[in-house]
């Protein structure tokens, strides 16, 4: 990972083919995993030097996170999905305030009618459990939004829409966000694209 930095504030789009270790790297840069060797710092401090739980709480209370597959909690309204993190860190909640005003709030930025936040997550459509996701990774004012192919269940147009409305609220905070993905049509909206191929020869290059 050598050579590898996300600025504040700055939206970046990195893609590459599957099976390249696109979500190995988010999960490196997330805390999930732990390096085995080298330098990884995230808002300044020394991931590879903090143990498991202390890697947790940097994680529940600096970065948010949309997977994937969504990682919702199926039986829990979709209110309390985006309300998680505040439950989980409380410098989040204190960022947040008024954490039910900040998910109605968050709701109605991603389009989500306020009518669906009392249901069950696992009642609502693919559409609407992504902007919940997003929601989520976006309360309590998170420093860094990590997206792992959050749009490859939508189609090209709802694709677009869902990156407008992430761009713009990560703005409204100002996160960075690191958005992976292998549709490179997306490319275009995000500050500046890096393909993980050059991330890894960076990293395999002698010191």
């Not at 992976?180 to 990293?203: K, M, P, T």
Request: aromatic content about 6%.
């Amino acid at each position: 990972m050598a050579g590898f930095t996300l600025s504040a504030g700055e939206r970046l789009f990195l893609h590459g083919p599957s099976g390249s270790g696109k979500t190995t790297l988010l999960s490196l840069i997330g805390g999930v995993l732990r390096a085995d060797a080298g330098s990884l710092q995230v808002l300044g401090t020394e991931l590879s030097a903090l143990s498991g739980p202390r890697r947790d709480r940097f994680r529940a209370d600096h970065i948010g996170f949309i997977f994937q597959q969504f990682n919702l909690i199926p039986y829990l309204s979709a209110a309390d999905n985006i309300a998680l993190p505040c439950r989980f860190s409380p410098l989040r909640a204190q960022r947040a305030g008024d954490v039910a005003a900040a998910v109605a709030r968050l709701a109605g930025h991603l389009d989500l009618p306020t009518g669906l936040l009392a249901r069950p997550a696992a009642e609502l459509s693919v559409g609407q459990q992504q902007r919940v996701a997003a929601a989520r990774a976006l309360i309590g004012g998170p420093a860094l939004v990590i997206a792992d192919e959050p749009t490859s269940a939508l189609d090209a147009a709802r694709q677009a829409a869902f990156v407008d409305l992430l761009l713009n609220e990560c703005a409204a905070v100002g996160a960075s966000l690191l958005f992976v993905s292998h549709d490179l049509r997306l490319a275009g909206r995000f500050d500046r694209s890096v393909a993980l191929g050059e991330i890894n020869a960076a990293a395999e290059a002698p010191a």
